[in-house]
């Protein structure tokens, strides 16, 4: 970055475009699994604490643990084992996503009226219905916040990734610091602030397709 | 590549154990003392810019939007892309690299949640509480230094907490543009496929982590006025 160069040269993002695109790719994909995964992994153990109580301090200690980890040095730890892969980023990535996602969803449906839960049972649902018709569809705007903050950390983890020969608009950041050449770090930091909030917009609009009841007021 | 889990146990052990490590310039305790250094100027800046903004925005009970928005605003914020601007601020400030594009990354990571925290922590103290100190004649300075701090101060803490603890974690990434601190050994154990020195940096930098947050929430119950109900 020497004083005459601009900020942005509009030229090499031009010739760039097509890797840009790769990379934003990438960065989608990347988030995608690592949410999708997460989600999973945080409604089974969800599931177990519900039925199980006393699995819940233990649950919020490790992945309290896990969330407090940095993740440079998370993605430290594993490469010995799992090499610069996508594995490892997004054994990374998912681990992020739990203490989110677990408090989020056992909160959520902790907090449906037990008198909701009640009536349901004298209609003559089963466990399951209940669950699935009853705690689930009243909890979906707790959940939905989990999985906004969820996916937001997610997009800004990913560029970290970069290091582990990933990282999306992160592999960007690292070039522009590599080179101290200022128009790919503006492109991978601005890209991946402009990527969350689009991914925040859209989980929203999501959201209120799911949920047609919280819109007549 | 392909240092075997099993060797590498004995590998990580035994760069911990070698006196090498733990002297000079590069060693384990400059690097942590580095790391410390750099997080503690961090979020004492971030708390001198932040905190009077907050408590004036509180003691008011207004400005509750800019509290939430800067949190959200916060959050989206991915910490490499901040380090990227703070490479680009200090390069064009003329100051290099290494120590100021770090920190020009982590005052503005901290400074969201101690707003936020910090704004809710006095709205949130009890208004006949805070009526009851105004009719017994105590000024408005007096009424935020000795009721809605005092009362606020476990979430205040906590709020100090989450900006510290970010903090420490991306202070590692300060050694990407040629920063000290305890991310040196991780970036270099990357560079150099030296997965001992990779892995125990990457054990110091969780152990420091985890002490941030362990120690704080100590303080944050510490904290606590006797009386009041647990904020947690």
């Known amino acids: 970055m020497t004083p005459n160069e601009p900020l942005v040269r509009w030229d090499w993002l031009a010739s760039h475009a097509g890797e840009i695109g790769f990379r934003v790719g990438e960065h989608l994909e990347l988030t995608a699994i690592a949410v999708a995964v997460g989600l999973v992994v945080a409604f089974a153990l969800s599931f ?8 819940y301090p233990p649950v919020t200690t490790v992945t309290g643990i896990l969330y407090t980890i940095p993740s440079l040095a998370l993605f430290a730890f594993l490469v010995p084992y799992t090499g610069l ?15 989110i996602l677990i408090r989020n969803i056992v909160n959520g449906i902790r907090s449906v009226p037990s008198d909701v839960r009640d009536a349901a049972q004298g209609m ?3 466990p399951r219905q209940i669950l699935w018709r009853i705690e689930l569809p009243l909890a979906l705007a707790v959940i939905f916040a989990g999985i906004r903050i969820a996916t937001i950390t997610t997009i800004g983890l990913v560029t970290v990734t970069a290091l582990i020969g990933e990282g999306g608009l992160g592999y960007f950041i690292l070039l522009g610091m590599q080179e101290l050449f200022s128009t790919p770090l503006l492109v991978g930091a601005v890209g991946s602030i402009l990527f969350a909030i689009a991914a925040d917009s859209a989980l929203v609009l999501l959201q209120r397709a ?8 | 590549m392909g240092a075997r889990p099993l060797t590498l146990f004995g ?37 001198v810019l932040a905190m009077p903004i907050a408590l004036y925005l509180g003691h008011g009970r207004r400005g509750g939007f800019i509290a939430i928005n ?27 690299l290494g120590f100021w594009p770090t920190m020009f990354a982590l005052v503005p990571l901290a400074i969201p949640p101690i707003v936020t925290n910090t704004f809710v922590a006095i ?24 009721i809605e701090i005092p009362l606020g101060l476990p979430l205040i803490l906590a709020g100090i907490r989450t900006a510290a ?38 054990i110091l930098v969780a152990l420091l982590a985890v002490a941030t947050e362990v120690s704080f929430s100590a303080l944050e119950r510490r904290t606590a006025v006797p009386g009041m109900a647990a904020i947690r």
């Open chain 2, 123 to 146: 709205t949130e103290v009890d208004p006949d509480v805070v009526d009851a100190a105004r009719g017994m004649g105590l000024a408005e300075r007096q009424i935020l230094a000795r």
């Open chain 1, 48 to 55: 177990a604490v519900l039925r199980i109580p006393r699995l």
């Open chain 1, 210 to 217: 799911l949920t047609p009841w919280a819109r007549v007021r």
């Open chain 2, 11 to 47: 590998d990580v052990a035994r760069w911990f154990a070698d006196p090498a490590n733990w002297q000079g310039s590069h060693g384990i305790p400059t690097r942590i003392l580095e790391h410390l250094e750099l997080s503690g100027l961090a979020v004492a800046v971030a708390i």
């Open chain 2, 165 to 202: 603890v970010n903090v420490v974690a991306t202070a590692t990434l300060g050694a990407l543009v040629a920063g000290g601190a305890l991310g040196r050994f991780i970036v270099d154990g990357f560079a150099l496929r030296e997965y001992d020195q990779l892995v125990g940096g990457a």
């Open chain 1, 124 to 126: 003559g649902y089963t």
């Open chain 1, 85 to 99: 892969s996508v594995l490892t980023a997004e054994i990374g990535l998912v681990s992020y996503t739990l203490l």
């Open chain 2, 70 to 96: 800067v949190a959200n605003i916060g959050r989206a914020l991915p910490s490499l892309a901040l380090l990227a601007f703070g490479l680009i601020v200090a390069i064009a400030l003329g100051l290099g």
